[in-house]
């Protein structure tokens, strides 16, 4: 919660003197545009009822003041300003930056910002089915038990991996386990987060579910699967082999491990459509879950759009990516603890680690990248992050930048989290945060490298109607950073590094996927379609 980070101070003290000082050009541009304007509107005013101008004069300055109000109310707006079109075109509505030079660079990121990207004719097509994809047969050949482990969204990418193994196998899916009680300290499983009965009736063309495995014997037992290990990032053939023999030999199989145990890249379609069909059509939050959502939706748009970031600067992260040098001497010592007990050990450090993008970008670094895409200081920004490591001495001067920072603590009341039990650890918080994201109108990962939750909303955005992502080229940035830091860069040297990387960093319509991109990122090709496609492999199933 932001409400719940803490002040750090110390060894380094100083570095708040280095914050004010690369923040305080933005500060000072706030307050010009904030001020200017009302000043001179009084002026305007004093004039005009000392001096009882004629009629033909009072027409002009009418016309004049007509004028100045429209600038005035176009400052007022936030730097971007997304429609739900996914043609058209906008008028830019940044506020002015130090040049006109500037100001003409920055309008070019403000185009593609403001709107949903061009589909090219594309549509998603999950939900179809080809008309040569069989019913599930009436006799399966067994049960398929998993067990998803990790958070929210790997849990979600092992349940489409499931339906699909059990469509491969012909088998018959029991409704997923979630491990939620080893981190999360969540009891709620599949039932507690999902609606199971859409789940089951959205894939009954796919693949038969049941909730649990059937009671057998005299005694009425359950029966009892045979645990198999698949090997990681196993083929269909696989499946049709090695673990379809051991089904029909015990009757049910139990696989566990099941995290990135099916091949994502796959030759045929028709398999990654049910894939996307799982994950953008089968996977639905539970109603109150999906009901807090739209509340909170409808509260941060009641003031316009917004833009969503998934700040992840968390311990588990910092730890694991090996980045502690800007930390003080205790707080390193915490993440190199965690590290060692989590984590392979290996010699990392921080400049060489920072060049190469694995390092998460601070929260500093965000706010600094926005001023530089024309975002100004009324921009309201929901932020989906847990326990910010370090807490408000760097939460702080993202904070200066931008004071409109919510949360969906700040956003919802206690109440209403509590009725979902979304405040604290479980996964029912990530499951509001990613409606939130989903729905926004730009949506910003600060770390999409092994992070499932930024991963699985760029391609949920892009199936949902090419909704635009800024996805930072940590490597790319890096440089620049350094030298701002090292002080050889002046402000707006920095500014115009920074937009010509980000330039190329914007994304949201179709293109091709090239590793180390994830199909669940991008699902493009295979889970969308041409009504009209020259091509046979383009055309919508039918």
Request: charged letters at 25%; aromatic letters at 8%; hydrophobic letters at 35%.
């Amino acid at each position: 919660m932001l409400s719940s980070c803490v002040a750090h101070d110390g060894a380094h003290g100083a570095e708040g003197m280095d914050d004010e000082r690369r923040i305080a050009p933005f500060k000072a541009r706030d307050a010009e545009n904030e001020q200017l304007p009302k000043k001179s509107w009084r002026t305007r005013m004093k004039v005009f009822t000392r001096r009882r101008m004629a009629p033909g004069v009072l027409f002009l300055l009418c016309v004049v003041s007509l004028l100045f109000c429209m600038e005035q109310e176009k400052l007022k707006w936030t730097s971007v300003d997304l429609g739900h079109s996914m043609e058209g075109s906008h008028e830019s509505n940044y506020s002015t930056l130090n040049t006109s030079a500037n100001q003409h660079k920055t309008q070019v990121i403000s185009d593609s910002l403001r709107r949903s990207s061009p589909s090219l004719g594309w549509r998603s097509s999950a939900s179809l089915r080809n008309s040569q994809w069989p019913l599930p047969p009436e006799r399966s050949n067994g049960y398929v038990v998993v067990r998803c482990n990790g958070g929210l969204n790997q849990q979600r990418g092992a349940i489409c991996n499931a339906v699909l193994a059990a469509r491969i196998m012909n088998a018959t899916l029991v409704l997923p386990e979630l491990d939620t009680n080893s981190f999360w300290h969540d009891k709620s499983g599949f039932a507690g987060i999902y609606d199971v009965d859409h789940f089951i009736a959205s894939l009954a063309n796919d693949v038969k579910i049941v909730k649990a495995l059937p009671l057998v014997g005299k005694k009425q037992r359950r029966l009892k699967p045979f645990q198999l290990r698949p090997p990681r990032n196993a083929s269909p053939s696989w499946y049709e082999t090695v673990a379809l023999a051991k089904m029909k030999q015990h009757g049910a199989i139990h696989l566990s491990p099941f995290s990135h145990r099916l091949a994502e890249e796959l030759e045929n379609h028709e398999y990654q459509r049910l894939r996307c069909r799982v994950n953008f059509h089968a996977l639905r939050f539970r109603e109150d879950v999906l009901g807090l959502s739209s509340k909170i939706v409808a509260r941060l748009r009641a003031e316009g759009q917004y833009l969503a970031i998934h700040l992840r600067f968390e311990m588990d992260m910092l730890a694991f990516a090996g980045c502690v040098d800007i930390f003080t001497p205790a707080e390193q010592a915490v993440l190199i603890k965690y590290r060692k007990e989590n984590f392979a050990e290996k010699t990392l450090h921080y400049s060489d680690r920072r060049l190469i993008g694995k390092c998460p970008l601070t929260p500093e670094e965000v706010g600094l990248i926005l001023r530089s895409l024309g975002y100004d200081n009324s921009t309201r920004i929901y932020l989906a992050a847990g326990d910010i490591f370090g807490g408000e001495r760097f939460m702080g001067p993202l904070r200066k930048l931008f004071p409109r920072l919510e949360n969906r603590t700040t956003v919802a009341t206690a109440d209403e989290l509590n009725r979902i039990s979304a405040e604290g650890k479980g996964l029912l918080g990530p499951a509001v945060d990613y409606m939130v994201c989903l729905l926004s109108d730009v949506f910003m990962p600060t770390y999409d490298g092994p992070s499932n939750f930024a991963n699985n909303l760029l391609g949920h955005r892009l199936y949902f109607g090419f909704r635009t992502s800024i996805r930072p080229d940590r490597k790319a940035l890096a440089p620049i950073f350094m030298k701002m830091e090292e002080g050889s860069l002046e402000q707006e040297e920095f500014q115009e590094e920074i937009r010509a990387v980000m330039q190329s960093t914007l994304v949201g319509g179709p293109h091709t996927r090239v590793e180390p991109e994830s199909f669940y990122t991008n699902p493009w090709p295979e889970c969308f379609c041409k009504p009209r496609a020259a091509q046979k492999s383009d055309q919508c199933p039918g």
